[in-house]
């Protein structure tokens, strides 16, 4: 049998992966917050290889925040002489220290998923450079993985890796209401685990795919009329389906209601295609 990493080992030196001189602003940003009693989560590669042994190199450091918390988390960091902007006002904001940088993330590229107080429920605790944190929990870490699928990058592994270190203690019921009417792109996920790992398809409860093929049926005979124009591609990607909403006539999926976007939001986001690597927890990029 194939060993399963029920209990992955803790990730290597991130100080000797990023340097002294980054480790050393990560560290003290990390112990303002928590001094500061502001609730914030470890997430993107650092968390992910706590919950599956997968570790690989990060550029940064992803810390997930209410946005509620924005304002005073700026103000707070700005006087400990760091710079602080917000490149992308319905999602995430950025402290920086030269050219080292970490993302204060609040929500997700595509406007689905804020950070709300779901997310500060069943989470682990680690230490990162010494400084205790809570880390992003499996379900959130996988809901915002789903909808990652650009031509440059797709984290559809990373689910199948969370799938098979968790799948037997993922809130399953919680996770389908987080999907809300997205539940497609979990079925979608699912469907490709049982083909990734043929010999752990038991590992999903059985009722979890059954309510999938359900809804699937009922819609399939049912379809949408209000939706029939739609494209919710660019939930997936904010690059790959422009011609569908700018040329072919359909509506923009991030502008139909289900999701925080503006049309403001759409226009910034679309405009820095390109311009910088995408962000490590920034689904729908």
């Known amino acids: 049998m194939p060993r399963r990493a029920t209990a992955p080992p803790p990730p290597s030196s991130l100080e000797e992966e990023v340097g002294p001189a980054v480790a050393a602003f990560y560290r003290a940003v990390l112990r303002v917050l928590v001094d500061a009693r502001i609730p914030f989560l470890v997430g993107g590669a650092l968390a992910h290889a706590h919950h599956t042994g997968v570790r690989r190199p990060t550029k940064d450091l992803d810390l997930f925040i209410r946005k509620a918390d924005g304002p005073r988390i ?12 917000l490149p992308y006002p319905h999602w995430l904001a950025k402290v920086h220290s030269g050219p080292a940088f970490i993302d204060l993330i ?61 799948a037997e203690r993922f809130d399953w019921p919680g996770l389908l209401e987080r999907f809300g009417p997205h539940w497609r792109v979990l079925l979608a996920h699912l469907s490709l685990f049982g083909f990734i790992y043929p010999g752990e398809r038991h590992r999903v409860p059985v009722w979890v795919l059954a309510e999938l093929a359900q809804r699937l049926a009922r819609e399939g005979q049912a379809p949408s009329a209000e939706r029939a124009t739609v494209c ?54």
């Open 106 to 166: 609040f929500g997700t590229g595509n406007g689905l998923t804020p950070v709300d107080a779901a997310w500060f429920r069943r989470n682990r605790r680690t230490t990162v450079l010494g400084v205790p944190v809570r880390l992003v929990n499996v379900e959130d870490s996988l809901l915002t993985k789903a909808f990652i699928m650009e031509r440059e990058r797709y984290d559809g592994g990373d689910i199948a890796h969370l799938l098979l270190a968790h």
């Open 74 to 85: 700026a103000q707070l960091l700005q006087s400990h002489g760091w710079r602080t902007d």
């Open 232 to 285: 919710d591609g660019t939930l997936l990607s904010r690059a790959q389906y422009l011609h569908d909403v700018q040329q072919l006539g359909f509506r923009d999926g991030r502008l139909d209601g289900t999701g925080s976007m503006t049309a403001e939001d759409v226009a910034i986001w679309t405009a820095a295609i390109g311009k910088e690597a995408a962000p490590a927890a920034a689904p729908g990029t």
